[in-house]
């Protein structure tokens, strides 16, 4: 998209209206095959964590990467890809996505959020997940917005296109919440007319609502330490705290089971929310989009907070203004592990090539960029044992490229989940004159059925005689795309 | 990076280059400079392998293998590096918005439906931060389009935006910038929208079929309107010495628009919008080009037989409808290319001016064949803006606008190691490489 659509209200604002207007429903595929076993052979491997192997193979069983090498002989039955003169790398993960979510994802009426949760709402139907799929990434942070210094639940999930909303959910990865500080959350660049300024409108004020809802959580966690002590006593005839969803999330935060991503941009935000965290006692677990995290590099690197940046966005408001593409690397020469994310269901069909720039901007090597869309944000998410190299025992989450991924020029062939290979472009190709078809169909059963009813509606307005009957709105015949618009709730 | 004398080495992303001296953007330069033993690709024709091209008095003086050096030239040696014409960014608003958030940076858009008289050229900000950030890129010229405001999607827009200007990116005045003051009249084309998105309350609005098509034929008679005054009005600028004559800035803007001297550049995307903004100016006999074009696909044949030239928004959208393919924009160059319509690439943005290479780059990983890739952000905006005989390809006596890089300029990872800007060594240095120097020289923060 073209785009200067980068403050997420107003995205989400657009994304309400780019959602109304589409036109056919997409009917989720069937999800793929599970190969039990699958070979992928003559390939250029970028395991990313050793090196490169030419001519190499990888045999997966049971969704799991089983070898890496090159001279592994297909077992009978096994399904092979050749993939003679492509590249594989490892599934792209992308660190702040906001596709397959129902609706807005802003609860933005209240400053703490925390009682949402993005996990809730979940629509496996989005077809922004199938496009981010045939954009090689396999795995994307799912985030609430950035209305809210603390803004709502979050959820890791693997882009299983044609699954359940339930199959979405990356299994065992840590839940997250989503903070925000600066523009976002003080509201800087929107107002709704008639409605009152909500608190806080400073960056003081942002810190202050973190705070405040912090000593409740810390009071809330004592609370039920207490009464479990007590009734763990044998005590009788306790009553228990009153539960508090809101302050929930944010035990689970200061108890190290839920981690924080936080939506931040200016050096002093970033510092104070590492101020914070540490007056509390928790843990920051990714500083989001950070654009100046290259003026506070060594502070975010002693935190062991992640960032997770931008490639080359700037300028579109004040808070990035002083945003430079030079900023992965400076934070990566710092010891900060940088992931380079998306933010938006374009941007992340080439989080490749926008890793790429990095070569470019700060001199990074390949294979550092490369890690930058692979084992940084698994890291940054936890998830590291399970994705983000091709290693045995991963689960088989793969791109093929038909051209070195760090480049313009490459394009995915094929996206593997669990070792199901869930986007092949030959195949997608192929598909196109069907859909047309099918698409062409519908249309034409809608026409007809639109034209039957105005001829009934003429035959009965002959056989009154008179006038005639005012019609009301609904039953004008609708142009096609309101009627299909209506099947695409289907 | 700052200014370096002759020869002297600097590190830039950990390669040591020896740099001639580069200039600040508009310091003295000489008069001559020879670029020797480079690869050359003039776009206009084949590929020179160790080529030389010389630059004097701020024009292409001479390109080819065997070319004669002035003596007074300054000669760099490009061993190893390749030689391009200027990138064209066809639709920018460069130097009209600095911060598109905040409305007191940005002067792109009147309000108001119809502003002809308004020149992009009167409110471009020399010492805009995009520019040399931009140019960084590659890119030495743009078209600045005036008539959206600084989200291209908040709905306020006129139905004639003004007038846009192209000019090339360095200057310490307009005036010195300036390539062309009016290159074309800006129409946003109004189109049959049911669905829109309200600011005031923040929701989404619906209105029936019928009341849009009544709105956009309503916008469209008042055009016919206005451009049929301006004929009058045309007419009587010839007659003139009439005592009761009295000027109209407005009408005056439209005449060269009227007279077909002065191409409307439409900005529509979908494709029955494009069908009817073309058969509109066939009707009424008007020069047009087509920019945003995200469904010229669906229009390619009557694009074609009516040589509607479009410039295309960046190929790095996603589809405008949810049941397209996935590479719809991707692959609508090629597809394009393939039907006969001439067309350019533009970002249609400042910040992400310096992603044109990127973007006609993913078009060739999606069909476009190469050359025709390079061409789409030199040659042909240059052509479709009617300024084909000043930019857009190595050719002696153009604007010696030129980039001398280590590789392919659509590549993301390709670096442009010297800029010459209307035959003057330009600097590279801009705000971003400035910060990037003094953080990375910051002392290890206290424990």
């Known amino acids: 998209m073209n785009r200067l659509s980068l403050v997420n209200t107003i995205v989400a604002a657009a994304a309400l209206v780019a959602v109304g207007s589409a036109c056919v429903a997409v009917f989720a595929a069937n999800p793929p095959e599970a190969p039990a076993v699958l070979l992928i052979q003559n390939a250029t491997i970028l395991t990313v ?20 090498g090159t001279s592994i002989k297909a077992p009978s039955g096994a399904q092979i890809v050749d993939a003679n003169g492509q590249f594989v790398m490892p599934g792209i993960i992308d660190c702040h996505s906001h596709i397959g979510v129902d609706g807005s994802v802003n609860e933005g009426s209240i400053s703490v959020s925390s009682i949402a949760n993005i996990a809730d709402v979940l629509n496996p139907e989005d077809i922004d997940i199938y496009r981010d799929l045939a954009g090689g990434v396999t795995t994307a942070n799912v985030l609430h917005g950035s209305a809210n210094a603390i803004g709502g639940q979050t959820v890791v999930i693997k882009l299983r296109w044609g699954q359940p909303a339930a199959r979405l959910p990356f299994e065992g990865a840590v839940p997250g919440i989503k903070f925000a500080l600066g523009e976002n959350p003080k509201r800087s660049n929107f107002s709704i007319p008639g409605q009152p300024k909500r608190y806080p409108a400073t960056r003081m004020g942002v810190e202050e609502t973190i705070r405040g809802a912090f000593t409740e959580a810390r009071d809330y966690k004592k609370a039920w330490e207490e009464y479990n002590k007590r009734a763990g006593a044998g005590e009788k005839n306790l009553i228990p705290p009153r539960r508090d969803l809101r302050l929930e999330p944010l035990v689970e935060v200061l108890e190290g089971k839920r981690y924080v991503h936080s939506h931040c941009y200016r050096e002093d935000e970033i510092l104070m929310l590492l101020r914070v965290a540490k007056e509390f006692g928790f843990k920051v677990r990714t500083f989001q989009h950070v654009l100046e995290g290259y003026k506070v590099a060594d502070e975010i690197a002693a935190s062991g907070a992640g960032a997770s940046t931008f490639s080359d966005w700037w300028a579109y408001k004040v ?3 002083e945003a430079i593409p030079y900023n992965a690397a400076i934070m990566t020469k710092r010891g900060v592990i940088v992931s380079i994310n998306s933010d938006d269901a374009e941007e992340a069909t080439h989080l490749n090539q926008e890793a790429a720039k990095s070569m470019k901007y700060g001199g990074m090597s390949h294979e550092e960029a490369l890690k930058m869309v692979t084992i940084n944000p698994a890291l940054q998410l936890g998830i590291d044992k399970r994705v983000g190299s091709i290693d045995v025992g991963k689960d088989a989450d793969l791109v093929i490229y038909d051209h070195d991924p760090l480049s313009a020029y490459a394009v995915v062939q094929k996206t593997l989940i669990d070792g199901r290979v869930y986007f092949d472009r030959e195949r997608d190709v192929a598909d196109r004159g069907t859909l047309e078809k099918e698409k062409k169909a519908l249309l ?9 009813k105005a001829d009934e509606k003429k035959a009965e307005e002959k056989k009154s005689g008179g006038k005639p009957e005012e019609k009301k709105p609904e039953d004008k015949p609708k142009p096609p795309k309101d009627a299909t618009a209506a099947g695409g709730a289907l | 990076m700052r200014r370096f004398g002759a020869g002297q080495a600097f590190l830039i992303g950990g390669v040591f280059v020896v740099a001639a001296q580069v200039a600040g953007a508009q310091s003295q ?39 004669e050096i002035p003596a007074a030239a300054q000669v760099i040696d490009g061993k190893g590096l390749q030689v391009y014409p200027g990138l064209f960014d066809a639709v920018t608003q460069m130097g009209l918005s600095e911060i598109s958030a905040v409305s007191a940076t ?4 009147e309000t108001g439906l119809y502003n002809p008289d308004v020149v992009a050229a009167t409110a471009i900000l020399p010492s805009s931060e995009h520019i040399p950030v931009t140019r960084a890129a590659g890119i030495t010229e743009v078209l600045a389009v005036p008539g959206s405001g600084g989200f291209d999607f908040s709905g306020s827009r006129g139905v004639i935006g003004g007038q846009a200007s192209a000019i090339h990116l360095s200057g310490w005045t307009i005036d010195e910038m300036l390539i062309k003051k009016s290159v074309a009249m800006v129409v946003n084309w109004p189109e049959i929208e049911t669905r829109t998105f309200d600011f005031a309350t923040f929701s989404r609005k619906e209105k029936p079929f019928a009341e849009a098509k009544k709105e956009y034929e309503k916008q469209v008679s008042e055009l016919t309107e206005l451009l049929e005054r301006a004929r009058h009005y045309a007419v009587a600028v010839e007659h003139q010495k009439t005592a009761d004559f009295r000027r109209d800035v407005k009408l005056e803007a439209l005449v060269p628009v009227v007279r077909g001297q002065l191409a409307m550049l439409v900005v529509t995307d979908r494709g029955r919008d494009i069908r009817n903004a073309v058969e509109y100016a066939d009707k009424q006999k008007l020069k047009i080009i087509i920019a945003g074009g995200t469904e010229a696909y669906k229009v390619k044949d009557l694009l074609r037989s009516k040589s509607v030239p479009v410039i295309l928004r960046p190929p790095l959208t996603l589809p405008s409808e949810e049941d397209d393919p996935y590479d719809r924009l991707l692959s609508q160059p090629a597809e394009l290319a393939k039907a006969g319509v001439r067309f350019a690439i533009g970002s249609f943005d400042n910040s992400f001016a310096r992603r044109l290479g990127q973007n006609a780059a993913n078009a060739v990983a999606y069909g476009l064949p190469y050359d025709e890739a390079l061409k789409a952000v030199t040659q042909y905006p240059a052509e479709i803006l009617g300024l084909g005989d000043q930019v857009g390809t190595l050719e002696v006596g153009k604007m010696a606008n030129v980039i001398v890089t280590n590789g392919d300029p659509l590549e993301v990872t390709t670096d442009v190691r010297y800029l010459f800007i209307k035959g003057r060594l330009t600097s590279t240095d801009n705000k971003h490489q400035r910060l990037y120097e003094k953080y990375l020289n910051r002392p290890k923060a206290a424990e």
């Open chain 1, 49 to 68: 964590s050793h090196g490169t192997i030419e001519h190499g193979s990888i045999l997966i069983k049971d969704g799991k990467i089983a070898e890496v």
């Open chain 2, 106 to 109: 940005v002067d792109s858009a």
């Open chain 1, 319 to 321: 808070e990035a203004y």
């Open chain 1, 444 to 452: 034409e059963k809608e026409r007809k059925a639109a034209e039957k």
């Open chain 2, 29 to 67: 330069a000489p008069a001559a400079y020879a670029i020797t033993h480079a690869r050359i690709f003039t776009v206009s024709g084949a590929p020179i392998d160790d080529g030389t091209l010389v630059i004097r008095d701020g024009k292409i003086a001479a390109v080819g293998a065997n070319v």
